[in-house]
C-alpha cells in the first residue's frame, strides 16, 4: 500500500478494497517499526488519526469522498495543531498545544485528510540540514549517516521513507526544495501567498510560505489543490483564481522555452550533480522542449540578501517568546529582566540565537541603512532579473543544490558553509516566485533534485512540466533500502 500513489489509493479507498482505518494502521505501524531509525516525526497522533479515518470511511460509504478523504498525510511541526502539541522544533514551544487549527491543516482536514502526526523540522525552520532540532537530528533514509536537508527535513525523510503518502513543509529560502532534492522526492513552494500563512508560526514572514512534500508531482497536485486559495485571515494571502492542478497535469510541453541560468553552473556545484542535470534536460529536449541560456546576473548576491533580510525578520517576529504568555519559562527567576533573558537563553538554540542577534544588528538605528536597507534594494534587482527572463523563457531550470546529502555533523561547526547549500534555491523566495524539485538519476546512489522555477501563479505549469518527465522516466518511483 505504502508504494501506491494518492490516484490509487482513492481508487483503492472508494473501491473499498481497504479501509481508511486499515490503511491509517498500516502507516502508523510502519512509523512505529521504521521511524526509530530516522526521527523524522516529532508527535505521533494516533488516537485521532484513527479517529479521522473512520469519519473518512463514513464519508466514503455515503459517496461524499473526495480524491483526499481517507489518505494519511503528516504537518511539518510549524503547522498548528489543535490538541496537538506544535512544537517548532524548538525547547521554547515543547509544552505547546495549539487551541486552534492552522488554514492549511483546516482545508486538508475538510477535504477528508487523516494527520498521522507531525513532522521533526530545523528550529523555527532555521537550517538547511535538520539538525537544529531540539528533538535531534533527522536521518536520511538513503543513507542514515546523512543530513535530510533542512528545514522540512522530517516531512521529506518521512515521504521517502514511506512513512505517510503526502506531507506538508514550509519554504523560507529551499526548506522544502532542498530537502525533497536530498531525500529523493517532489517537493513544491508555491508563489508566495498561493496558500495562506495562518496558523503558520513565523520565521521570516515576507519569505515563508506553505508547500508539498510528495512523491511525484500528481500527489503534489493533489494536495495543493485542496491547501492553495484566498484567506481573509492571512493579509498576505493573494485573492487569485486557483486552476485545478490535477487537471493540467497530461497537457504536452512540445515547444516549451526552458532558461538555463550560466550562474547556476559555475563553482562550487558539483560536476556529477551539473552531469545529471544535464542529463536530465536532454529529457526534456527530447520531449520537445527549446533549451536556452539566460542569466541572472545578480543571483550571486541572493545569501548575502537573505541573511540580511530574514534574520531581520525573524528577530522581530521571535520576540513575543518571552516566557510570559505561552512557552518556555525558566525557572523561579529574580525579575522580569532575568525571566526575558534566560527564558529566551534556555529556550532558544544556538542556531536561533545567532540569527535573532544578526537580525537584531542589521535593524538598530546604526545600521538600518548599511544592512537591510541595502538588502531590500538588491532584493528588487534580484526579482527584476527574473522579471526579464521571464520575458524570454517559460520555466527555468538547474540544480536544486550544489551537492548531494552531506554527513551529519559536517558543517555543524561552519555556518557559512551550511548557509551556501541554499545558493540555488533562495532568489526565489527572493523574488516570491514558485519552485519545485524532483528527482533525477542519483549521484552514488544518493538523491538529486532538478530545480524548475516559474513565473507568478504558475504552479500548474510547474507541475505538470514535472508530470511529463516523471511521465518519461522512473527515478521518482525509487525507494530507499529497506522502507520499500
Known sequence: MQNKSIAQLAADLRLRTYSSVELTKHYLERIARLDPR??????????????????????????????????????????CTQGIKTSCGSRMLDNFVAPYDATVVEKLAAAGAVVLGKTNMDEFAMGSSNETSFYGPVKNPWDETKVPGGSSGGSAAA??????????????????????????????????????????????????QAGVMARSAADAAFLLDEMAGFDSRDSTSANVPVPDYVDALDDGIKGLKIGLPKEYFGDGLDSRVAAVIQDAIKEYERLGAEIVEISLPNSPLSVPVYYVVAPAECSSNL???????????????????????????????????????????????????????????????????????????DVIMG???????????????????????????????LAGLPGMSIPVAPVDGMPVGLQIIGNYFDEARLLNVAHQFQHATHWHQAAPAGFE
Not at 53 to 78: F, N, V, Y
Not at 163 to 169: E, H, P, R
Not at 376 to 393: G, S
Request: aromatic content about 10%.
Open 399 to 429: 540544480p536544486t543544490s550544489p551537492t548531494t546529502a552531506f554527513p551529519i555533523g559536517d558543517k555543524m561547526d561552519d555556518p557559512v558553509s551550511m548557509y551556501l547549500n541554499d545558493i540555488y534555491t533562495i532568489a526565489t523566495n
Open 319 to 393: 520576540a513575543r517568546f518571552d516566557g510570559v504568555r505561552y512557552g518556555h519559562r525558566c525557572e523561579n527567576p529574580e525579575d522580569l529582566e532575568d525571566l526575558y533573558k534566560r527564558s529566551r537563553a534556555e529556550g532558544f538554540g544556538a542556531e536561533v540565537q545567532r540569527r535573532i542577534m544578526i537580525g537584531a544588528y542589521v535593524l538598530s538605528a546604526g545600521y538600518y541603512d548599511a544592512y537591510y536597507l541595502k538588502a531590500q534594494k538588491i532584493r528588487h534587482l534580484i526579482a527584476d532579473d527574473f522579471k526579464r527572463a521571464f520575458e524570454q523563457v
Open 159 to 208: 515521504v521517502a521513507a514511506r512513512l505517510c503518502a503526502v506531507a506538508t513543509g514550509t519554504d523560507t529560502g529551499g526548506s522544502i526544495r532542498q530537502p525533497a532534492a536530498l531525500c529523493g522526492i517532489t517537493g513544491i513552494k508555491p508563489t508566495y501567498g498561493r496558500c495562506s500563512r495562518w496558523g503558520m508560526i513565523a520565521f521570516a514572514s515576507s519569505l515563508d
Open 38 to 79: 530516522l526521527n523524522s516525526f516529532v508527535t505521533v497522533a494516533a488516537d485521532s488519526a484513527l479517529v479521522a479515518a473512520e469519519r473518512a470511511d463514513q464519508m466514503l460509504k455515503s459517496g461524499e469522498a473526495g480524491p483526499l478523504t481517507g489518505i494519511p498525510i503528516a504537518h511539518k511541526d510549524i503547522f
